[in-house]
């Protein structure tokens, strides 16, 4: 039996950026931005900001828009 402070049995949840339902981790895809650059993350490994979206076809369809809008405002 795991103890309190134990993570055993912990399954991540995250947002999807554009339709902002919640899932588990794993069924959701990360990606990341470096040096301004997009770049999926299928492993979860790159050590930078990551940002989850889900599989539906309206919400990847939205991530281009989505992209747009949030260079726009690193660019100020």
Known sequence: MP???SKAGH?????????KTKDEQE?????AFIKN???F???RRIAA???YVCDKNE???????WLNKR???SRK
């Open 3 to 5: 103890n309190r402070a």
């Open 11 to 19: 399954i991540p949840i995250r947002s999807c950026v554009i339709c």
């Open 27 to 31: 069924n959701l895809i990360r990606f």
């Open 37 to 39: 650059e997009i770049v």
């Open 41 to 43: 993350d299928m492993k």
């Open 49 to 51: 900001r990551g940002y």
């Open 59 to 65: 919400c990847l369809q939205k991530l281009d828009k």
């Open 71 to 73: 260079k726009k405002k």
